[in-house]
């Protein structure tokens, strides 16, 4: 577990702890050949692979630290090996490539567990920085409190959420997300607040990625019909209360 030093060491992206290793699934070759350039140069130990197959089988043999994962790839797409990681119980933090920009094909892959995605053509810039921020986030400690709001029940060390008896799958990402409220509730968070706590940046005004997170984590914790606790306060950001 990190001591609260080492978190702010790495919160601040002071030190690195190792070299962290990092997958990057795409079919395309100038798009891997591109990744895999531009990561080394951050001193990441990069491994490729061309298919979500390979992927699988790459990390059967080793674990990586993080997965850059494209969506649309032949014979085992992104969607189905994000889906059978996840499955399987294995944690790794999944960082989404996808060519499609509508809200529903992002939502697809917050559903099957990835913790961020990136919309084709990105910057370099940006992909960095959210690799980074899911390696922090990684590797950040816990303090073990449950938390607990209405029948919302979060045990940061079970990463394990329910409302009344109903267990609550939700992604890294997500159980960060709502981690954040219950350590705050009733307190109206900023959209800056939350980005730069649960990302370590900030998108922009104009990003709707934290519309499109409250929204999924909306419809988990609602899924049977209970009354809504995340609530937006417009203009500002948003609450957890009643």
Known sequence: MATPLLRQLLRA??????????????????????????????????????????????????PADAVILDVLMPRLDGLEVAR??????????????????????????????????????????????????????????TDGEVLTYADLVLDPVAHEVRRGDRVIELSKTEFLLLELFM???????????????????????????????MGYLRRKTEADGEPRLLHTVRGIGYVLRD
């Open 13 to 62: 992206g002071a030190i690195i702890l190792d070299v962290a290793r990092v997958l990057v699934v795409d079919d395309e070759p100038a798009v891997r050949r591109a990744l895999e350039r531009a990561l080394r140069l951050d001193n990441y130990d990069v491994e490729l692979a061309a298919d979500g197959e390979q992927a699988l089988d790459i990390l059967a043999r080793s």
């Open 84 to 141: 059978r990681l996840r499955k399987a119980g294995d944690r790794t933090p999944i960082l989404m490539l996808t060519a499609r920009d509508a809200i529903d094909d992002r939502v697809a892959g917050l559903d099957v567990g990835a913790d961020d995605y990136l919309v084709k053509p990105f910057a370099l810039r940006e992909l960095q920085a959210r690799l980074r921020a899911l390696l922090r986030r990684a590797g950040e400690g």
């Open 183 to 213: 350590r705050h509730p009733r307190q109206v968070l900023t959209r800056s607040t939350i980005f730069e706590h649960v990302w370590g940046y900030d998108f922009g005004p104009t990003s709707n990625a934290l519309g499109v997170y």
